[in-house]
C-alpha cells in the first residue's frame, strides 16, 4: 500500500486535530468515516457537506438521503457498508449567510489522503466505490473520466478493487432522465455488492 508521505511527529492523533491542509480553519468538525470495521463494501464520496460539516456524519444530507434511496433500491443495508469522503472537512464559500459547496483542490485531495489510506487499512474492504471525480481520484491516485471508467472493476494501488460511479448529488442537479439515471446509480451499487460479496 502506497501512505503518503508524512513526518510521523505531524500525524494528528485525532481528525480535528489535522493541519496537513487549510480546510480545518473554516470547517465545524472534521467528518471520519462510519460502517463495520472489516465492511466488505467502501462507499467513498468527495467531502463533508454543510449537513454533514454541521453533524459530523458522512451523508446525512439532501445526497445522503438520495444515497440511502439508492442502497435501498439496490437491497443494501447503509449499516453494512463503510461510508466515507476523500477529503474530510467542508471547502465553501461564503454567499450571505449560506456557505455555498466547492470542490475540493487536488492539493486538498493529496493532502487527505493520508486519512483516506487509514480507512481503508483498517476496513481492508474487497470493493471499494468511488462516487464522482474527486473520490476516483483520491481512491485511484490518479484521475480519471467517469464515463470511460463506470461499470468497469478497477484495481485499487492498496489493494482490491475499485468501481467508479457517480456522485449521488449530481443526481440532484439532473433535470431531465433523473428516475433512468438513478435506477443506472443503484445498479452501480447492486453490482459492487455482488462482487464484495463474491
Given at each position: 500500500?502506497?501512505?503518503?508521505?508524512?513526518?510521523?511527529?505531524?500525524?494528528?492523533?485525532?481528525?480535528?486535530?489535522?493541519?496537513?491542509c487549510?480546510?480545518?480553519k473554516?470547517?465545524?468538525?472534521?467528518?471520519?468515516?462510519?460502517?463495520?470495521?472489516?465492511?466488505?463494501?467502501?462507499?467513498?464520496?468527495?467531502?463533508?457537506?454543510?449537513?454533514?460539516d454541521?453533524s459530523?456524519?458522512?451523508?446525512?444530507?439532501?445526497?445522503?438521503?438520495?444515497?440511502?434511496?439508492?442502497?435501498?433500491a439496490?437491497?443494501i443495508?447503509?449499516?453494512?457498508?463503510?461510508?466515507?469522503?476523500?477529503?474530510?472537512h467542508?471547502r465553501?464559500?461564503?454567499?450571505?449567510?449560506?456557505?455555498i459547496?466547492?470542490?475540493?483542490?487536488?492539493?486538498?485531495?493529496?493532502?487527505?489522503?493520508?486519512?483516506?489510506?487509514?480507512?481503508?487499512?483498517?476496513?481492508?474492504?474487497?470493493?471499494?466505490?468511488?462516487?464522482?471525480?474527486?473520490?476516483?481520484?483520491?481512491?485511484?491516485?490518479?484521475?480519471?473520466v467517469?464515463?470511460?471508467?463506470?461499470?468497469?472493476?478497477?484495481?485499487?494501488?492498496?489493494?482490491g478493487?475499485?468501481?467508479?460511479?457517480?456522485?449521488?448529488?449530481?443526481?440532484l442537479?439532473?433535470?431531465?432522465?433523473?428516475?433512468?439515471?438513478?435506477?443506472?446509480f443503484?445498479?452501480?451499487?447492486?453490482?459492487a455488492?455482488?462482487?464484495?460479496?463474491?
Amino acid at each position: 500500500m502506497t501512505t503518503p508521505s508524512v513526518i510521523p511527529d505531524q500525524q494528528p492523533a485525532h481528525l480535528d486535530d489535522c493541519r496537513r491542509c487549510d480546510l480545518w480553519k473554516g470547517a465545524t468538525q472534521g467528518v471520519a468515516g462510519e460502517g463495520p470495521q472489516r465492511a466488505a463494501l467502501m462507499l467513498v464520496g468527495e467531502q463533508p457537506g454543510n449537513d454533514e460539516d454541521l453533524s459530523g456524519q458522512p451523508f446525512v444530507g439532501p445526497a445522503g438521503r438520495i444515497l440511502n434511496r439508492a442502497l435501498a433500491a439496490a437491497g443494501i443495508a447503509r449499516d453494512e457498508v463503510f461510508v466515507t469522503n476523500a477529503v474530510k472537512h467542508f471547502r465553501f464559500r461564503l454567499r450571505g449567510k449560506r456557505r455555498i459547496h466547492q470542490k475540493p483542490s487536488v492539493g486538498q485531495i493529496e493532502q487527505c489522503r493520508w486519512w483516506l489510506a487509514r480507512e481503508l487499512e483498517d476496513v481492508a474492504p474487497a470493493v471499494v466505490v468511488a462516487m464522482g471525480a474527486t473520490a476516483a481520484r483520491a481512491v485511484l491516485q490518479r484521475a480519471v473520466v467517469i464515463r470511460d471508467v463506470r461499470g468497469r472493476s478497477l484495481d485499487a494501488p492498496q489493494g482490491g478493487v475499485v468501481r467508479v460511479t457517480i456522485h449521488p448529488s449530481w443526481l440532484l442537479r439532473l433535470r431531465d432522465n433523473r428516475q433512468q439515471e438513478f435506477d443506472r446509480f443503484a445498479a452501480d451499487l447492486r453490482q459492487a455488492a455482488k462482487l464484495a460479496s463474491a
